[in-house]
Structures are given as structure tokens and as C-alpha cells.
């Protein structure tokens, strides 16, 4: 870091200490605040004790630090409006208004969105009532995909294989209201694989970034619950040029230019879980920031000026990124029993050992030692001129690292590597 702007990101997961080891290459960047951060990221940023939500204080901050950019993480702190707050205090953030967020934080508009602007995606109906859906469920074949209409934390989606599974799901979303009150979505069930496209966007203008597949389930061979993703590679053999042009023509740019039309523009990270089946690639959902964990896998991979690339966006001008060749693969350590409950103050050792890049997830340090802090901890990234030799470079990090309240998965990249 030379150059003299100041940055925030706002953030404390892999994603935010991704971005920030991206920035931290940027010739233009000088000095990295991160609010709140990890103890990964405190050796690359200074970590500041603001909450993600903490709207008001966040502002306050970049006012007294001048800050010059603020990059923003997660999806809660975009649904809390962090992004109409720094613009109307005449401050250069990074990511869509609260109203253009809505295309995840709600299920129904982004559906909505698609059938309206005929973008391809699974057909689909919302309930706020349990009978109702229940009756509608019970009418239908099965899998039967379930998702609540709101922000989950990436837990919120059920793929029933039963009609117990599916009343299960209905119930805990609509009458036991896990993730709150609210509606869900009963969309037809795609099949075939699934992958990540994310996009930078500002307004109709779409940069295309490098393709992902992330797995979310817990444990091998795809088997355990739903998880906010256990390990991510770059690029993608099975996504060829053909299917990278649809996605970009019929998808992300259709999808960009819909939210012009409906007076939300979207400024930020335009995310498409995409899933190619037979009748080409379709939307599984939208994200309106980065993804977790692809953005540890993706963001390495970019040799051009990240900072650029936001500036870019912000004022609506065109930029060209570009992008190693290399296979990079991560790993997610977390901790015994994610996505359920778990232990918290494990002590970690045996990172700085690790030959490949390792981002935080969930860490924080107290008295000099390391110690785990959430359900996903580390991410551990290899990176090789195939992705055979990136997965040998992360499974040796992996068994690098030493703590017994630790787990992952070691068939990270099966799908293609088999």
C-alpha cells in the first residue's frame, strides 16, 4: 500500500479479509480501517469496534477519518441501509441502497423481478399462511424447495426430499417463525449443477468477475444440512465461454437493466447462484454483495486495481479487470457442530505454518492466543496451475492447522476433480 486514499470496509467474516488483502494490493490505497473485523484482519487493516448496523456511528466514522471509500460486506449491514446513509451524508460507499438490496432480502421481489422481466429462474408461489402452503406443497412432486422470503443467513432454504421434510420446514418458517415472521417461497425444484456468477454493477453497466462453485453442505459427499458454504474453487470447468455469454446476456445484464426500470438501480456486487440444467443456466438466487466463501476464491484472482474497479462503479464509468489464469481452491475449517451450536474460545494454532493464504472467518485474540469466535473460522486457500495441485496446497494448510474443536470437508472441488 503507496498510495494515499483511506478505506473502510465494513465487515468481520472471509469475505471482508478477502476484500481487504485485495485493496491491500491496490496502488491508490494507504491506509484500510475494517468495522469490526477479525483477528486475521487486524494484520492487514486497523480494526475498528463498530457493529455492522451501527449505521450512525459507522457515518460518523468515515466523516472523522475522512474516509475516501467504504466497502461494504455483509448483507445485513446493506438491509440496515449503512449505503443511503453515507450517500446522504456525502460519503462514496460501495454497494446497493437498502431498496435495491431487496433482491435478496426478499425472495418474492426477486422472483417477482424474474417473471416480470422474463429472466430464467424456477416457477414459483409465496405464502404467509402455513395451511395454504402446506395444501400447495402437498398437491406438488417432490423435492420440493422451500425458502424463507427474508435475510437467513444463508440457512433459510430447505430442498424437502419428503413431504415430512417440506411441513417440517413450512412449520419452522411460518408457524415457529425461526427466522422471524414473515412469508415464504415454494418454487419448482431445478437440477444440475450449481454455480456462482458474481457481477459487479452500476446501474445497466455489468463487469463480469470470475465464476465460482461453492458447496454448502456440511459435510462429504454433499450430505448434512445446508451450510453458509464449506469451501469454494475458481474458475469453473463445466462453466464453458457458451454458457458464460448466456448468463451474462439473458441473466445478469437483463437483471441489471430490470432494476434501472424499476427505479432501484444497483450499484455493488450483482450475485447469481445459477444452476445450468438441461435447458441452460436459470437463477437459483440472487445475492446483492459478495458471496461466502467464493469472494476468497475470486478475489485473488484479479491482477487489475480492485479500488479501480469500485470507483468505477460509484461513478458509473466503464473498466476492464483482469485475471490470473491460476486455480485457486479454499477449505473452510469450522467449528464441531456448524450450522448448529457450537463452542466458542477454542484455542487455534499452527496458522502461521500454513504455506497457502488462510482467510479469517470467525477468530478473535485474547492474551496473544488464537481462538475461534463463529461457526465458519478459517479458510484455508491453495492456489496451482490446476485444481488438482490447488486442493493438494489446501488440505496440506488444513492439516497444518491444529485445533481439536475444528472440521472440514476433503472433497472440496469432487464434482470436477472426480
Not at 46 to 75: H, M, R, W, Y
Not at 185 to 201: Q, R, T
Not at 342 to 348: E, F
Amino acid at each position: 500500500m503507496n498510495g494515499n486514499k483511506r478505506v473502510l470496509v465494513i465487515g468481520s467474516g472471509g469475505r471482508c479479509h478477502a476484500i481487504v488483502d485485495a485493496l491491500s494490493r491496490s496502488p491508490q490505497v494507504g491506509k484500510i480501517y475494517c468495522a469490526p473485523g477479525n483477528a486475521g484482519i487486524a494484520e492487514q487493516a486497523e480494526c475498528v469496534a463498530i457493529g455492522v448496523e451501527s449505521v450512525d456511528e459507522l457515518v460518523n466514522f468515515a466523516k472523522q477519518e475522512n474516509i475516501d471509500l467504504t466497502v461494504v460486506g455483509p448483507e445485513a449491514a446493506l438491509a440496515a441501509g449503512v449505503v443511503n446513509a453515507f450517500k446522504e451524508n456525502g460519503l462514496r460507499a460501495f454497494g446497493p441502497t437498502k431498496e435495491a438490496a431487496q433482491i435478496e432480502s426478499s425472495k418474492e421481489f426477486a422472483k417477482r423481478l424474474m417473471a416480470k422481466y422474463a429472466i430464467p429462474t424456477a416457477g414459483y408461489e409465496a405464502f404467509s399462511d402455513y395451511e395454504q402452503a402446506w395444501a400447495y406443497v402437498k398437491a406438488r412432486p417432490l423435492p420440493a424447495v422451500i425458502k424463507y422470503d427474508g435475510l437467513a443467513a444463508g440457512k433459510g432454504v430447505v430442498v424437502a426430499e419428503s413431504y415430512e421434510d417440506a411441513d417440517a420446514a413450512l412449520k419452522d418458517m411460518l408457524l415457529d417463525a425461526s427466522f422471524g415472521g414473515g412469508r415464504v417461497v415454494v418454487e419448482d425444484f431445478l437440477d444440475g449443477p450449481e454455480f456462482s456468477f458474481m457481477c459487479v454493477v452500476s446501474g445497466e453497466k455489468v463487469y463480469p468477475l470470475a465464476m465460482a462453485q461453492d458447496h454448502k453442505r456440511a459435510y462429504d459427499g454433499d450430505k448434512g444440512p445446508n451450510t453458509g458454504g464449506m469451501g469454494a474453487y475458481s474458475p469453473v470447468p463445466f462453466v464453458t465461454k457458451e454458457v458464460e455469454e448466456f448468463a451474462l446476456e439473458k441473466i445478469m445484464r437483463p437483471t441489471a437493466k430490470a432494476m434501472v426500470s424499476e427505479g432501484v438501480p444497483f450499484v455493488g456486487v450483482l450475485y447469481g447462484g445459477l444452476i445450468l440444467t438441461a435447458e441452460g443456466p436459470k437463477v437459483i438466487e440472487f445475492n446483492a454483495r459478495f458471496g461466502d466463501p467464493e469472494t476468497e476464491v475470486v478475489l485473488p484472482r484479479l491482477t487489475s486495481d480492485i479500488c479501480a474497479l469500485f470507483e468505477a462503479a460509484i461513478d458509473g464509468v466503464d473498466c476492464t479487470t483482469e485475471w490470473s489464469d491460476e486455480a485457486l481452491l479454499g477449505v473452510v475449517m469450522a467449528s464441531n457442530g456448524y450450522p448448529g451450536s457450537y463452542k466458542k474460545g477454542a484455542v487455534i494454532e499452527g496458522v502461521d505454518g500454513v504455506e497457502s493464504k488462510v482467510y479469517h472467518m470467525g477468530t478473535t485474540r485474547k492474551e496473544g492466543k488464537l481462538l475461534t469466535a463463529g461457526g465458519r473460522v478459517l479458510m484455508v486457500v491453495g492456489r496451482g496451475a490446476t485444481l488438482a495441485e490447488a486442493k493438494a496446497m489446501a488440505e496440506k494448510g488444513c492439516a497444518t492447522i491444529e485445533c481439536e474443536e475444528l472440521f472440514y470437508r476433503k472433497d472440496i472441488g469432487h464434482k470436477v476433480l472426480n
